[in-house]
């Protein structure tokens, strides 16, 4: 019996060595690898940022060109939006005239309305004017003073670029003389006498008297543009009653500051359109004028060289009469004549 027992004994032995231990007496190690691998979490965000940051790098130059291109067009934008809409403007310095001034009144005698205030007056409302478009303003006199001619025209002469404008009214025995005139003499002058004459009488209930050309003192010695505008006639009962009215004054202001605000837009082509709007003036040519500034140094003179010419006659006349010195008395009366005009 034991022959027969003794090999299935060591058959169960051989075969329980090899067989697999309890689920109870495994391992740690041998539970981690039985039990089930979690599926790893999916982390699309940081693998996608990284790309997302270097696709700048794949084109380097494109990207600051376009911010250069765009930075060069708001310059221009820039530049452009800063040039005014009313053309190149020569000058932002404007020197006002006030005619008169002081002793001197203006006008004519046994005038009533002073033509030394009203010059004033106007004067100084075109200034506040003129500031407030953004000119800078010199006064030749700010206050009821007398200026000689010769400092008016050196002050308009001490700034080379500026514009010279001077505010007069105008006097006449005659009544019933009215209107408003602007006087100009070099050629450089023309398109501001054009556009501010355009605006006064455009603006005034005055007749219209024209642009003229004219030899004054402080037109002819000035060397940049200078007009003279003659605002109305004192001596005229009803041009004097505007002319004490503040509002009238206010308005003549009004108009010759917009005069020279858009004086670069005169054209010579009455039918231009567009930014040329104000047509250029014809005017009358009167350099052979004498300068009323002086007039009456010039009467003086020509009074004495009339009476001595008389003088003359008398004793050519009383020592013969015979023909020849009636031609020289014919000729003498052609002369002074000549030096009048």
């Known amino acids: 019996m034991?022959?027969?027992?003794?090999?299935?004994?060591?058959?169960?032995?051989?075969?329980?060595?090899?067989?697999?231990?309890?689920?109870?007496?495994?391992?740690?190690?041998?539970?981690?690898?039985n039990q089930p691998t979690p599926t790893p979490t999916p982390r699309p965000q940081i693998q996608v940022q990284p790309q997302i940051q270097a696709q700048p790098?794949?084109?380097?130059?494109?990207?600051?060109?376009?911010l250069v291109a765009t930075q060069t067009q708001t310059k221009n934008q820039s530049r452009t939006a800063n040039v005014p809409t009313e053309g190149p403007r020569?000058?932002?310095?404007?020197?006002?005239?006030?005619?008169?001034?002081?002793?001197?009144?203006?006008?004519?005698?046994?005038?009533?309305?002073p033509e030394s205030m009203m010059n004033l007056d106007v004067a100084q409302r075109l200034r506040a004017v003129l500031q407030a478009y953004g000119y800078r303003v010199v006064m030749t006199r700010d206050s009821d003073v007398f200026i000689p001619l010769?400092?008016?025209?050196?002050?308009?002469?001490?700034?080379?670029?500026?514009?010279?404008?001077?505010?007069?009214f105008n006097a006449t025995p005659r009544s019933a003389a009215s209107g408003i005139e602007t006087y100009f003499y070099s050629s450089q002058s023309l398109s501001l006498a054009s556009a501010i004459h355009y605006y006064v009488a455009g603006?005034?209930?005055?007749?219209?008297?024209?642009v003229r050309r004219r030899g004054f003192y402080v037109l002819r010695n000035t060397r940049i543009p200078a007009v003279l505008v003659e605002?109305?006639?004192?001596?005229?009962?009803?041009?004097?009653?505007?002319?004490?009215?503040?509002?009238?004054?206010?308005?003549?202001?009004?108009?010759?500051g917009r005069g020279v605000r858009e004086r670069g837009m005169v054209s010579s082509n009455r039918?231009?359109?567009?930014?040329?709007?104000?047509?250029?003036?014809?005017?009358?040519?009167q350099t052979h004028y004498r300068d009323p500034d002086l007039r009456s140094k010039?009467?003086?003179?020509?009074?004495?060289?009339?009476?001595?010419?008389?003088?003359?006659?008398?004793?050519?006349?009383?020592?013969s009469d015979s023909d020849t010195p009636k031609k020289s008395s014919k000729k003498k009366k052609s002369t002074p004549a000549k030096t009048e005009d």
């Open 2 to 33: 034991r022959r027969h027992y003794l090999p299935i004994s060591l058959f169960l032995l051989a075969t329980n060595a090899f067989a697999l231990p309890a689920p109870s007496s495994l391992d740690a190690r041998e539970r981690r690898l």
């Open 57 to 66: 790098q794949t084109q380097p130059f494109t990207q600051p060109q376009t």
């Open 90 to 113: 020569p000058s932002t310095i404007v020197v006002i005239d006030a005619g008169h001034g002081g002793f001197d009144r203006g006008g004519i005698p046994r005038q009533r309305v």
């Open 150 to 168: 010769g400092t008016r025209v050196a002050i308009a002469n001490s700034y080379r670029d500026a514009i010279f404008v001077c505010i007069h």
């Open 203 to 210: 603006g005034a209930p005055s007749a219209n008297r024209g």
């Open 231 to 256: 605002c109305g006639f004192l001596t005229n009962p009803t041009e004097a009653q505007y002319a004490q009215s503040s509002a009238y004054r206010q308005k003549l202001a009004e108009e010759i």
């Open 271 to 285: 039918y231009a359109t567009g930014a040329a709007t104000v047509p250029l003036q014809p005017f009358i040519d």
């Open 298 to 319: 010039r009467k003086r003179s020509s009074k004495s060289s009339k009476s001595s010419s008389s003088k003359r006659k008398k004793s050519i006349s009383s020592d």
